[in-house]
């Protein structure tokens, strides 16, 4: 048997034993609606108005510093600031934001999110500049990528977030020692049976190895390359704020390095850049808007 099959063996058991989150059918309606050829405001405004809950949670979160909101007091109104590409990324941040925030302690649950938060939103801005990937997917993954983190939290009280929230190389590799699999694996198995799309489970599955040759498929390295800059970029540039980030183990280099600095310090980015086509201009963009995104706390 393989190692990888022995890994996501474990991660279904892990997953299993803790039980998997239940996930809202909105989400699947909604990323079928939007993808249609014309999509129907009505029905995208009447399938998230429904649950109250859902729709609090909704506009507190458009009007959020991640999405530049601000006296947002209705769903229609919402969907009309934002656009359809980031209401759907509200909802979707919305319902994992309430399936999760019980699931660990709050302290930690806040870094969790506004490291999550970060990377989607870093992700979205990579496709929106680089226009070869898709922006709803590539917010789905970056929201997604560390999603198993809070179930080994709750499985193993000694469990430590700072290798893989800092994005450690070799963090993985720690947890399969000691729990036979990892969170990568673990959140594979999640958003699988979540029914996320495949791409996403895909990525999630390898996020913190800089060597995307391991997707065969064009797409999929393409969202692999996008998921590992944005976390780089997060963790080095963008950080985690109100004082996160110092406790955070980092790469080398200050995030403001150039593309040619980069890839002078590990090849592996050459293919990355390639990959996603991010020239230099690229890159500074995405900083500026990194430092403009300000903290949001799950209260």
């Not at 990323?31 to 009505?42: A, C, G, H, L, S």
């Not at 979160?61 to 769903?75: L, P, Q, R």
């Not at 800089?210 to 998921?227: E, F, G, P, Q, T």
């Amino acid at each position: 048997m393989l190692q990888k099959d022995v890994d996501i063996r474990q991660a279904e058991e892990i997953v299993k034993g803790i039980g998997i989150p239940v996930q809202s059918k909105i989400v699947n309606n909604l990323y079928k609606e939007i993808k249609q050829t014309t999509p129907d405001i009505r029905k995208i405004v009447s399938l998230t108005s429904k649950d109250v809950g859902l729709s609090a949670s909704i506009l507190k979160i458009a009007n959020s510093s991640y999405f530049g909101g601000g006296g947002i007091s209705s769903i229609e109104y919402a969907l009309n600031i934002v656009g359809l590409t980031s209401f759907f990324n509200i909802v979707v941040s919305s319902i994992f934001l309430n399936t999760y925030k019980e699931i660990t302690d709050r302290n930690i649950f806040s870094k969790f999110w506004n490291h999550s938060m970060l990377v989607a939103k870093t992700m979205s801005l990579i496709a929106k500049i680089t226009k070869n990937i898709d922006e709803n997917d590539a917010y789905i993954t970056g929201l997604f990528h560390d999603c198993a983190i809070p179930l080994f939290l709750k499985r193993y009280s000694d469990y430590n977030t700072l290798p893989a929230l800092g994005n450690e190389a070799d963090a993985t590799a720690k947890e399969d020692e000691k729990f036979q699999t990892n969170h990568c694996m673990a959140g594979f198995i999640l958003t699988t049976s979540w029914r996320l799309p495949d791409v996403v489970s895909r990525v999630i599955s390898n996020h913190h190895n800089i060597d995307i040759s391991s997707h065969k498929k064009l797409y999929v390295r393409k969202m692999a390359a996008c998921a590992y800059l944005a976390e780089y970029l997060v963790i080095n540039y963008g950080g985690l704020q109100d004082g996160t980030s110092a406790e955070m183990p980092t790469k080398s280099g200050s995030g403001t390095e150039s593309k040619d600095d980069m890839i002078r310090n590990n090849p592996g980015w050459e293919p990355i850049f390639t990959e996603l086509g991010v020239k230099e201009a690229d890159l500074t963009n995405i900083r500026r808007e990194l430092q403009d995104i300000g903290e949001t706390s799950e209260e």
